[in-house]
């Protein structure tokens, strides 16, 4: 039988207030993931919180790669608060606000060990992209150019999901020093 689910409100966390962030983050990570979720923390575009109450359980990172593209940096809920609809809820939100935002295609990468996060995503439609997939620009996930800009490293999986099938306008796809599969 599956854990209860936690009631949370989202809401954006906005300059000084990120900070009450990090200690999900020291909760959520070690290591380099430790370190680079606080400083993705400060300078990704948009910090949503999950509150239970006036606790901070959980976070989501998310930045506009391209005025097309979307990518969820991170998702972290505190241990305690794990398996309860937290990361869903996140998720969820973020998804929706990537559609109405008109993004096409939004990414997120998982530790290739991490099968609760993977299965997260693909239960929300996201899937594996492979390297040498079609491009996302072309009709497929690929993510040509983005990769470095996403930071997946080895033992990382890709994940991707396409929430816009319509031709893509030019100005969605270019982006300063961004290369373009030929």
């Known amino acids: 039988m599956g854990e209860a689910r936690l009631a949370v409100r989202l809401a954006d966390l906005e300059g000084a207030e990120r900070?009450?962030?990090?200690?999900?983050?020291?909760?959520?990570?070690v290591g380099i993931y430790r370190w680079h979720a606080k400083r993705t923390l400060r300078q990704v575009s948009s910090v949503r919180g999950a509150f239970s109450g006036d606790e901070l359980v959980g976070v989501a990172m998310l930045e506009r790669l391209l005025p097309a593209v979307g990518?969820?940096?991170?998702?972290?809920?505190?241990?305690?608060?794990?398996r309860h609809g937290v990361a869903a809820a996140l998720l969820d939100d973020?998804?929706?606000?990537?559609r109405r935002d008109r993004v096409r295609v939004v990414y997120a990468a998982a530790e290739e060990e991490n099968?609760?996060?993977i299965a997260l995503?693909?239960?929300?439609?996201?899937?594996?992209?492979?390297?040498?997939?079609?491009?996302?620009?072309?009709?497929g996930l690929g993510a040509w150019g983005l990769r470095s800009r996403m930071w997946v490293v080895s033992g990382e999986v890709l994940l991707g999901r396409r929430l816009a099938p319509e031709p893509l306008r030019e100005t969605e796809v270019d982006a300063p020093n961004s290369p373009r599969r030929s």
Request: aromatic share 16%; hydrophobic share 45%; glycine share 6%.
């Open 121 to 139: 995503f693909v239960s929300r439609g996201f899937r594996t992209v492979e390297r040498r997939e079609l491009g996302w620009a072309e009709g």
């Open 71 to 82: 990518y969820v940096y991170y998702l972290a809920v505190r241990r305690a608060d794990r």
């Open 94 to 98: 973020a998804v929706e606000r990537f």
């Open 115 to 117: 099968e609760a996060s």
């Open 19 to 29: 900070e009450r962030a990090i200690p999900v983050l020291i909760d959520s990570f």
